[in-house]
Structures are given as C-alpha cells and as structure tokens.
C-alpha cells in the first residue's frame, strides 16, 4: 500500500492509522466510484466522534494508491 503525501498530512491532521484505513477499504459502510477512483466509506463507532471517514484509492494490478482520507462533516453519509 502505497500512500500519498496528502493523505499523510490528513492521517495526522485527523489522527488516522493505517489500520483505519485499510479496515474501511476492507469493510466499507459505503462504497462508490468517483471517476477513475473508488470511495470507501466507513464509520468507526468508537472513533472520531462518530463521523465517517472517507478513502478515495485506486488499485493498481495489487497494488493500493491512497490518494486521501479524511472525516465526512455530516453524521451521515448519503
């Protein structure tokens, strides 16, 4: 998994691990494409104050790009 740097700076600004991030690619609440990219959304019930997170990534052949991740403002997600 490879992980961009604005994705990085989000991960510490919003204090995401890498394991939130693959556990909402693994098992979204929601799921969509966006262009080219897919969307995981996931909402932690013991984190992040009960707003979801939102993982835009692209599989590329096995490998996972993670362009960004961050909270979804709304308490939920449509």
Same mark, same amino acid.
């Given at each position: ?28 609440? *929601?799921?969509?494409?966006? @262009? @080219?990219? *897919?969307?995981?959304?996931? =909402? ?5 104050? @009960?707003?979801?997170?939102? *993982? *835009?990534?692209? =599989?590329? @052949? ?10 979804? =403002?709304? =308490?939920?997600?449509?």
């Amino acid at each position: 998994m490879e992980i961009s740097r604005h994705a990085r700076n989000n991960m510490r600004l919003y204090n995401i691990s890498e394991r939130d991030i693959l556990n909402a690619i693994d098992s979204p609440d *929601v799921s969509g494409r966006e @262009g @080219g990219k *897919v969307v995981a959304v996931k =909402k932690f019930q013991d984190k992040f104050s @009960g707003f979801p997170r939102k *993982v *835009v990534y692209e =599989k590329i @052949g096995n490998e996972l790009f993670i362009i960004t991740t961050y909270p979804i =403002k709304k =308490k939920m997600w449509r």
